[in-house]
């Protein structure tokens, strides 16, 4: 049996009311609210497919989104690449729920619905606040302050995310003393906890270093490897081209939608990168 939950296309209304989307702030799984399963054993063939229809945003008298459509294959990773500006970031808020829209978003998942991660481009906080990597994962992570400490339920799994992407060893450390770098990598443990079905990553590579890209793109195969359906903005086109199942190239409307071979070509992107978008190639 397949389940399928159908984001309204009422604009009035904040779409994806039925989404807990783990964004920074909002902890939650659709399921309940604990570590159902270990940061490093990421559940198998559990990844929804996509269906984005007919999706528009227009803010004032600016169109964001123009009639947006093109699917996101289950267990597949997918890029979304664009011009500063193309609409990347406002579709994957109308997916969250954080911006209303016009169309239909579809996810369907093939048993109950399951957790959605979501690793944002940067973190911005008062980097003077006594706050270390311990207490972030457990701002993040779980319902119990933060203050309190790491819950039991949680400890482990957060001990198992670090360590992951190489910060076991920073814990107690500051999230102002870290650099751009680091700090990126607890956003992306933060993103396992609970193991997600969907994950949702907006330029996750912008502030990596070599050795943190290297941890990304191993998380990258161990996604693919889970069935995990990751739908994942970047602007690096050479690591979309090695790493991607498929690419969308968006500048307010869809240009291209294929393999990165056949997305990837001077003519697509000259198109795609261009002030006015041209007619789809």
């Known amino acids: ?13 904040p779409v994806g009311v039925s989404l807990l989307a783990k964004a920074p702030g909002q902890p939650t ?7 159902h399963s270990r940061a490093g054993s990421l559940p198998q063939g559990l990844g929804p497919t996509l269906d984005f229809a007919e999706v528009s ?16 294959q289950p267990g597949h990773v997918h890029a979304l690449v664009g011009p500063n500006g193309g609409g990347k970031s406002s579709l994957i808020k109308t997916l969250l729920g954080q911006m209303p829209h016009q169309g239909q978003l579809s996810l369907h998942w093939p048993g109950q619905p399951g957790t959605i991660g979501y690793v944002p481009q940067a973190l911005e906080f008062d980097r003077g606040l006594p706050m270390t990597v311990d207490d972030f994962m457990a701002a993040m992570c779980q319902r119990r302050p933060a203050f309190l400490g790491l819950s039991k339920h949680y400890a482990k799994a957060i001990g ?11 814990r107690k450390r500051r999230m102002g003393a870290l650099s751009g770098g680091e700090r990126q990598r607890v956003l992306l443990a933060q993103g396992l906890i609970p193991a997600p079905q969907l ?14 890209i290297q941890v990304f793109e191993r998380l990258l195969g161990d996604w693919r490897a889970a069935g995990i359906t990751v739908l994942w ?15 969308t190239g968006l500048n307010r409307r869809v240009l291209f939608d294929a393999t ?6 001077p003519d697509r992107l000259l198109s795609l990168f261009s002030t006015h978008p041209r007619s789809a190639v």
């Open 1 to 13: 049996m397949t389940a399928k939950e159908t984001l309204s296309d009422d604009s009035t209304s």
């Open 29 to 35: 799984s659709l399921s309940n609210d604990t570590p």
């Open 57 to 72: 945003l227009t803010l004032g008298r600016t169109t964001i989104l123009d009639n947006v459509t093109f699917q996101v």
């Open 160 to 170: 198992e995310a670090l360590e992951r992407v190489g910060m076991q060893d920073k």
């Open 199 to 212: 994950l949702v990553l907006d330029e996750p590579m912008s502030a990596l270093d070599e050795a943190g």
């Open 233 to 247: 903005i970047e602007h690096d086109l050479e690591a979309v081209k090695r790493l991607a199942d498929r690419v």
């Open 260 to 265: 990165p071979q056949q997305a990837l070509t």
